[in-house]
Every structure is written in structure tokens, then in C-alpha cells.
């Protein structure tokens, strides 16, 4: 899983923030199109999957690396 | 109010941006103790709150009657609102506002019950995914037929309901017998188009103030 979560804990934080980033650029874009299914989509599918992906990459993250820590 | 909690959000949500920017170029932030708690706000706290009002806002507006009338398919549906027939349901209804004209729609074709509203959500997630990459059916039929628990929702002890419907109060109550027996004009999709018309457009009468 080092692919994902990275080499130390700054690296698994910055991915996880990309993707929040991501989600709420997504999401921003989504609430300029209320009331359209589309916009509904654009959140569905990338909004929300994005945010929901970078707030568990960041909870994973604390983890596996609190775990490594104490492994050391 | 909507909107309100729309704008709200737009600037929740540049907030939350700033913050999450501010981990992502300098994540040794969290090395110190401060910068932990910016972390756990920036990537945990607040993408939850964006996200959980993200989908508060996208479900309450995915209830209007503009966001089913924006699909092609249902123009039709949103002109039947607008013909000069009294016996038309879904036309007196929307015309003479005994439904919130805002949510025309979703009034009547959600089922009122504990899940009611989370089963016409997915209903209507499919309905997306036909209309955007599927095959749309010639002729739009209801799932299952109309029950009157929807129709009772609203109208049940009401005055003149219950004195008009005196006789029949205990077979409408167990569905023995339905509503649509005798109010049995609908959308009458097949007649709009030479149907004389009350108004121009439904876009119009949805900004008359309460």
C-alpha cells in the first residue's frame, strides 16, 4: 500500500489533501448547476467520491503510520 | 432559504479550500502540534461537513419541479401542468396551488413513508442513468400503480374531502377503492400539445410569491 499512502506521513497527507482539494473544486462546480441532474451528478459521482476518498486516504494514513512508528 | 443555505455553503466551501491548500504545500505544518489540528479540520472536519451539506443541498434541490423539468423527456409532463382542464389532477392542482408549485412534482409521485423519500432518490438516480446513457422508454409508466396514501397525505380530514367522500371514506382509507376510479384524468400526455393553455410556461408561475 506504499504506492498510496507514500514514504513518510507528509506524503500521505499531501495525497489526501489533493484529493479534498479535488472534491470541493468538484463540489463548487456542482452547486453553480442546482436544480440540473447534471449537477447533481457532477457531485454524486465526483464531488462526494473525491471527498469521500481524500477524508479516508487521511484517516488510513494516520494509522498506517502511527502503526509503523510504533514498529519502530 | 435554499438559497441562503447554497451561499452558505459556496463560502464554507472556498474556506475549506484554503485550508486544504494550505496542508498540501506545507504539509510539515504537522510536525507542531497546531498543525495536526489545521490537518485534522482540513482533512477531516470539514470535507464531512462539505460533503454532508453538499448532498443536503443537491437533494433538497434535486425536489423541484424545475430539476424534473429539465429533462427533455418530461416537458411534455411539465406542460400538462398548464392545461385549461379542471379535471385534469396534476393541472388543477398546480394551477389553483394546492401543491407547492416549487416541488410540483416530487409532491406527488413520493411515496409518504419512513423511506419514502430515499426510494424515490434511487428511483430517480436511475432515471439519470437512462436519461443520460440508457434507452428512454416510448411510453413513461409509473412503477407501481398510484395508491391513495398519497393522495390521503394531504387530503385526509380535510373538510370538504370528508364531506364529499362521506360514503366512500372507509374504501379509500383500505385502497379497496382508488382515488383514480373516479379522478381518473392525469397527465393526458397524448392531448397537451392541442390543449388549450391557462398559461405560457410553468418557469413563470414558479416565482409567484407566497
Known amino acids: ?72 | 432559504m435554499e438559497l441562503i443555505g447554497s451561499s452558505l455553503l459556496v463560502v464554507f466551501v472556498f474556506v475549506s479550500i484554503a485550508f486544504a491548500a494550505l496542508l498540501v504545500t506545507r504539509p510539515s505544518l504537522t510536525a507542531r502540534r497546531g498543525g495536526k489540528i489545521v490537518a485534522f479540520l482540513a482533512l477531516f472536519v470539514m470535507p464531512s461537513v462539505a460533503l454532508w451539506a453538499g448532498l443536503s443541498v443537491h437533494m433538497e434541490s434535486s425536489k423541484t419541479t424545475r430539476f424534473c423539468l429539465s429533462c427533455h423527456v418530461m416537458e411534455p409532463y411539465g406542460e400538462s401542468l398548464l392545461v385549461e382542464e379542471s379535471f385534469a389532477l396534476p393541472a388543477s392542482h398546480f394551477q389553483n396551488r394546492r401543491i407547492d408549485r416549487e416541488h410540483a412534482c416530487f409532491t406527488c409521485h413520493t411515496t409518504y413513508t419512513m423511506f419514502g423519500d430515499y426510494e424515490a432518490k434511487l428511483k430517480g438516480l436511475k432515471h439519470l442513468y437512462i436519461n443520460f446513457l440508457g434507452e428512454i422508454p416510448e411510453k413513461i409508466e409509473l412503477y407501481d400503480p398510484f395508491v391513495n396514501r398519497e393522495c390521503l397525505h394531504c387530503h385526509a380530514g380535510a373538510r370538504a374531502f370528508v364531506e364529499m367522500h362521506e360514503e366512500d371514506l372507509e374504501a379509500l382509507q383500505t385502497d379497496e377503492m382508488s382515488c383514480l376510479d373516479c379522478h381518473d384524468m392525469a397527465h393526458a400526455i397524448e392531448d397537451v400539445a392541442t390543449a388549450p393553455r391557462w398559461a405560457d410556461s410553468v418557469e413563470g408561475l414558479l416565482e409567484v410569491t407566497p
Open chain 1, 1 to 72: 500500500m506504499k504506492w498510496i499512502l507514500g514514504e513518510t506521513l507528509e506524503t500521505g497527507l499531501r495525497r489526501s489533501g489533493i484529493l479534498v482539494l479535488v472534491g470541493l473544486a468538484t463540489e463548487l462546480l456542482s452547486l453553480t448547476m442546482l436544480e440540473t441532474p447534471a449537477g447533481f451528478m457532477l457531485f454524486a459521482i465526483g464531488g462526494g467520491a473525491f471527498l469521500g476518498l481524500g477524508v479516508l486516504l487521511y484517516l488510513w494514513t494516520l494509522v498506517a503510520k502511527s502503526e509503523t512508528r510504533r514498529q519502530d
